[in-house]
């Protein structure tokens, strides 16, 4: 009998969190284990906001999955990277199958496509060992946060089966508006942060679906929702009673934050 799982957002920020010490939210990863989730799951869905697709779409991986280095110009060390987690065919169409049923479908599989770096960053840091399987998940962003939401709600069946919801995002993602290292936090940046985690600790779920109109400087904190949508799987994973609790905040950048969150189902 596999234990429930909680689900989780976390903001895994710029890839330098892969090789660089300095960034306040590698210690937290690292201390994922320890500190966060004793529990070792069975398998991991990762919904990253570096897989857009038209359709969802889960890669069905057998062996080893592949490391995608979907970024540029960042130092050499970074694209000898690797994370070669097993993949996890298995999950992928029992995902398949819970969104088809819940008319989400149809639902695509692709059998080529690795981790990309809002999966594999965050995960060599958390389970380093890179020996649980994992599946991806895609969003759509031509969908709104309520649709995401709801495939949340048709995940949720998967963390009584030891699985962990993952959503692998950013709270805040403008990269138009970061700042050198060590600038101030951006007052409208805060701002946005600060009514995401008052609006999750309180269960305004529907101002969370609806945050472009609801938060102040929603458009600002993400003109582009891909990185916020993975929020939304997550949250709807645990339900509509969600308890949610902020488990890191810091900031780089000026404008990013890694503030990420925990999200329980009441017994």
Known sequence: MAAKM??????????????????????????????????????ILVISGHWDTSAPTVNV????????????GFPKS????????????????RVKELLQGAGFGPVKEDKARG?????????????????IPVCQLS?????????HYNMGKALAPLRDEGVLVLGSGSATHNLRTMGPGGSPIASWALEFDTWLTESLING??????????????????????????????ALGAAGEQAKAELIHNTWTNSSMSYSSYRFTTPN
Do not use: C
């Open 6 to 43: 909680d689900s989780f957002f976390v903001s895994h920020g710029s890839p330098m969190l892969s090789i660089d010490e300095s960034v306040p939210a590698r210690g937290f990863f690292k201390l994922w284990k320890s500190q966060v989730l004793q529990t070792i799951p069975r398998a």
């Open 61 to 72: 991986i057998s062996g080893p999955n592949d490391t995608i280095y979907d970024f540029y």
């Open 78 to 93: 970074m694209y000898k990277l690797k994370y070669p987690a097993p993949g996890a065919p298995e999950l992928a169409r």
């Open 115 to 131: 981790l990309d770096h809002g999966a594999w960053v965050p995960l060599m840091l958390m389970y380093p060992e890179a020996n």
């Open 139 to 147: 969003v759509q962003t031509k969908k709104d946060g309520t649709y």
């Open 204 to 233: 305004r779920h529907e101002d969370v679906n609806h945050y472009e109109d609801k938060a102040p400087h929603g458009r600002m904190a993400h003109p582009w929702p891909d990185h916020f949508y993975p929020l939304h799987v």
